[in-house]
T-cell receptor
Framework: GDSVTQMEGPVTLSEEAFLTINCTYT??????LFWYVQYPGEGLQLLLK?????DKGSNKGFEATYRKETTSFHLEKGSVQVSDSAVYFC??????????????FGKGTKLSVKP | DTGVSQDPRHKITKRGQNVTFRCDPI?????LYWYRQTLGQGPEFLTY????????KSRLLSDRFSAERPKGSFSTLEIQRTEQGDSAMYLC??????????FGEGSRLTVL
């Protein structure tokens, strides 16, 4: 079945460092890909998305490109801030693979940014 | 605020008791989802409604779990005869479009 694998955390970076969180997926259909973020004490929020191959999603300085050839959707940010400290979840939605549009999540990667 | 709201935020119960969680989605959203999240894991899909129809249920949803969405508005998730393994965060989400889900803050269940 469909699945998402993302890099183990926690990840600890200094402010202004470059961030990459790796995410790869397995899907039977043509999934849409998402990054969700969960800040401390808050609910999951959509960070960015890409719906087809070679699409780039971006928001709040974060970017991720849908790579069908490598089945990847890595999250990047050029300069992280303390306020980016959160848990990041990669997810896919394989509507045409029969999942009714629900999301399949990775296990999450906790990011801590130190001043 | 017109986001997804869940109630209660935290429920502590004894093994064998029944518990019910409520979710009020964003008003114009016709899709509603329930997920379960345990520590260190991503959310796991439980069930999905489109309007009042329950269209999909995960194998994770045992016979002790039941969900309803009368009139296509709020939803309830009931767990009967709770077990310690049911302890988790139960998340509700709603959406207009497939995949772009808006989540509530969750209802944390602790079964003693």
């Amino acid at each position: 079945g469909d699945s998402v694998t993302q890099m183990e955390g926690p990840v600890t970076l200094s402010e202004e460092a470059f961030l990459t969180i790796n995410c790869t997926y397995t899907a039977t259909g043509y999934p849409s890909l998402f990054w969700y973020v969960q800040y401390p004490g808050e609910g999951l929020q959509l960070l960015l998305k890409a719906t087809k191959a070679d699409d780039k999603g971006s928001n709040k300085g974060f970017e991720a490109t849908y790579r069908k050839e490598t089945t990847s959707f890595h999250l990047e940010k050029g300069s992280v801030q303390v306020s980016d400290s959160a848990v990041y979840f990669c997810a896919l939605s394989d509507q045409y693979g029969g999942s009714q549009g629900n999301l399949i999540f990775g296990k999450g990667t906790k990011l801590s940014v130190k001043p | 605020d017109t986001g997804v709201s869940q109630d209660p935020r935290h429920k502590i119960t004894k093994r064998g008791q029944n518990v019910t969680f409520r979710c009020d989605p964003i008003s114009e959203h016709n899709r509603l989802y329930w997920y379960r999240q345990t520590l260190g894991q991503g959310p796991e899909f439980l069930t999905y409604f489109q309007n009042e129809a329950q269209l999909e249920k995960s194998r994770l949803l045992s016979d002790r779990f039941s969900a309803e969405r009368p009139k296509g508005s709020f939803s309830t998730l009931e767990i009967q005869r709770t077990e310690q393994g049911d302890s988790a965060m139960y998340l509700c989400a709603s959406s207009l479009w497939a995949g772009e889900l808006f989540f509530g803050e969750g209802s944390r269940l602790t079964v003693l």
